[in-house]
């Protein structure tokens, strides 16, 4: 059309080719510029003419019109559907479309898988434990994968993402829900799509039907399960409540502002502990912060405090446990089982296949021999679980029963046991402690751990705090001291000063790097690094890189500053000699050590006042 080849443009339903008002009038543009005619059904037009620029642009804006009622009806027969409960477009693993409704899958291992899934979960209540468990017993899980023929059921072993998509899905508690994903306006994710979070508030659903087809779980079920993977989401996703070895961080709470506690787990050379701190409104506004102790003690009293409701609780367990072990043992069989009928079914189709293909076609031989292959290997792995869970089954005897029971009623060795993860400590504390509510006071000599059981009742321990607490202060003297020597000392260099001159901290310690910068940040003075020191530290320099800086050994520059050659302080004996950069350049000072460099002996006529030898020579 540009290199004016086209004389006309035929068009039979434009309104599909141009979506838009705007293509239609680039289209309209374009065949004016070249002089090109638009004919169509109902005669020849100029777009060049008045007239026939009108009618186009009319029977332009026509067929928009036509496609935005065509998609305005097609919008209102899906909402109908949605109201109805009959819009179901990619179902989740366990429900297939049977005569136009959602029902259960017909295949019994997937309806199996399902429910193993979910009865695990209320058993663990942590997405994470459940799939580490699955994983463990080899169990895989059903998902959804659009193949060549469609959206399919396939197995893959347990992932968290997967899991915890199954577990959060209305559809698995009987209930059809549409709407449950919404934009979020003006936002774009990856590839500049339109951002998609999930409403976590059924209200804000666009639409829900309770009770709509077969449930794996109940409704009341279903909203528990998701408070407990966002509050699981909560504890973990701030990185300072639940850490390492702390046994009591999802559990503790402030007395004073009602906050989470944070953890730490702290390494000494000695052993680990952990320990417990609140921040109060100090991250947010820049408040004061609550408190801060050791969490060894604390989490010694309160086991102390817990070993009788446990101790009962464990006798009660070690009777029930043989008979729990062999009913998830059967659990686990039965599911094993149905995989291996359907293992060995798929083995005999891939064999029927190949004893059908004729020998003359080799390479669709080699492609069933290689199916036929994975489908023997498939089912010798299913025999092989199966002979594990036998073997397991058998070695619940009377012997291993009695080991139970006995390993039940010691419960400090039972609850000591390395062999045993620190988050089932947690579980086991949460099981019978609602919260841990610690109250503090500053100035006062004792502390205490309030403990809500569930249940209702409630109890106290009182602990002393560590003398460190109430007398960690240094002295004002000692302070100045280590401001002075920070001027122009890294902190490593002040506390070894300090050290040779026998000071202790005021809890009777050596001093070391981290307490030098703990008594600045308490009595807010600058460090070595910071800005306030800068030019300070520029300007001076200690006397032993003075030595280096001149060429010469750190005696003779020690007998230059003592003989006041070079002009030198200490600010205490054993500390580092200051001496100020400008004097390295003054000409008595090179004199003498160009003096020095030739060889010379004790100091050059004149460089010594009267009375600086006092102080003598090295």
């Known amino acids: 059309m540009g290199a004016g080849e086209v004389g006309a443009v ?10 838009n008002g705007r293509e239609w009038h680039q289209l309209l543009h374009l065949c004016a510029s070249a002089d090109t005619l638009i004919v169509d059904g109902d005669g020849v037009y100029s777009p060049r003419t008045m007239d026939g620029k009108l009618i186009l642009g009319i029977k332009g804006a026509m067929s928009e019109l036509e496609l935005g009622l065509i998609r305005r009806r097609a919008q209102a027969a899906i909402d109908a559907r949605v109201e109805r409960g009959e819009f179901l477009l990619n179902l989740p ?56 023929a469609g959206w399919e059921t396939t197995w893959r072993p347990a992932s968290y993402d997967n899991l915890r998509r199954m577990l959060i899905h209305p559809f698995y508690a009987g209930a059809y829900a549409f709407g449950v994903n919404a934009r979020v306006p003006g936002a774009r994710g990856e590839g500049n799509r339109p951002l998609v979070r999930r409403s976590a508030r059924p209200e804000d659903w666009k639409r829900l039907i309770l009770d709509q087809h077969e449930a794996y779980i109940g409704w009341e079920r279903y909203r528990r399960n998701v408070e407990l993977i966002e509050a699981n989401g909560r ?28 953890t730490q787990s702290g390494e000494s050379r000695r052993a680990s502990y952990p320990r417990y701190y609140c921040v109060g409104s100090h991250d947010a506004s820049g408040g004061r912060r609550c408190m801060g102790f050791s969490g060894k003690r604390v989490e010694e009293e309160v086991v102390a ?24 043992l059967d659990e686990l069989r039965r599911s094993s089982a149905i995989a291996l009928a359907e293992a060995r079914r798929h083995e005999l189709r891939c064999a029927r296949r190949r004893e059908s293909v004729d020998a003359g076609n080799p390479h ?30 058998k070695a619940l005897d009377a012997a291993s029963r009695r080991r139970i029971e006995k390993a ?26 609602d919260a841990i509510v610690v109250e503090w006071e500053d100035g006062a000599p004792t502390y205490t751990i309030r403990l809500h059981w569930k249940g209702g009742r409630r109890s106290a321990i009182v602990l002393r705090k560590y003398r460190a607490l109430e007398r960690r202060r240094s002295s004002r003297e000692t302070a100045d ?56 530290r520029a300007g001076t320099t200690t006397l032993g890189r003075a030595a280096d800086e001149m060429g010469v050994s750190f005696s003779a520059a020690l007998r230059l500053a003592r003989a006041g050659i070079l ?27 160009a003096r020095i460099k030739r060889g010379g002996r004790g100091f050059g006529r004149g460089a010594v006042k009267e009375g600086q030898l006092e102080f003598g020579g090295i």
């Open 93 to 148: 693993p366990g429900y297939a479309k049977l005569d136009g409704r959602c029902a259960k899958h017909p295949d019994g291992r997937v309806r199996e898988a399902v429910a193993l899934v979910f009865r695990k979960f209320e058993e663990f209540e942590s997405v994470r434990q459940t799939v580490v468990w699955l994983r463990q017993e080899g169990v895989e899980i059903p998902v959804k994968r659009h193949g060549p």
């Open 10 to 19: 035929f068009c039979a339903e434009a309104s599909r080719l141009a979506r």
């Open 408 to 433: 039940a009623g010691d419960f400090r060795a039972l609850w000591e046991d390395p062999g045993i993860d620190q988050e089932l400590r947690r579980r086991a504390m949460r099981a019978i402690l």
């Open 567 to 593: 002009p030198a302080s200490q600010p205490m004996p054993g500390a580092p000699w200051r001496v100020r950069r400008a004097e390295l350049d003054s000409p008595a000072v090179r004199r003498e050590i």
């Open 481 to 536: 001291l280590i401001a002075d020597l920070s001027r122009t000392c890294p902190p490593w260099e002040v506390a070894k000063a300090l050290s040779l001159d026998g000071r202790r901290t005021a809890n009777g310690k050596t001093w070391t790097q981290g307490r030098v910068m703990d008594v600045l940040r308490r009595h807010r003075y600058p460090t070595f690094f910071s800005r306030e020191n800068a030019a300070l």
């Open 305 to 328: 405090a817990l070993r009788g409701p446990l101790s009962q609780g464990l006798r009660e367990a070690a009777r029930r446990l043989p008979l729990e072990m062999e009913a998830r």
């Open 235 to 262: 504890i973990r996703g701030g990185g300072r409540v639940a850490v390492g070895k702390c046994l009591l961080s999802t559990l503790m709470r402030c007395g004073r502002c009602g906050r989470t506690v944070r």
């Open 364 to 393: 669709l031989v080699r492609e069933l021999d290689a199916r036929w292959d994975a489908a023997i290997r498939s089912r010798l792995q299913c025999e092989q679980r199966m002979a594990a869970l036998d073997g397991r089954l």
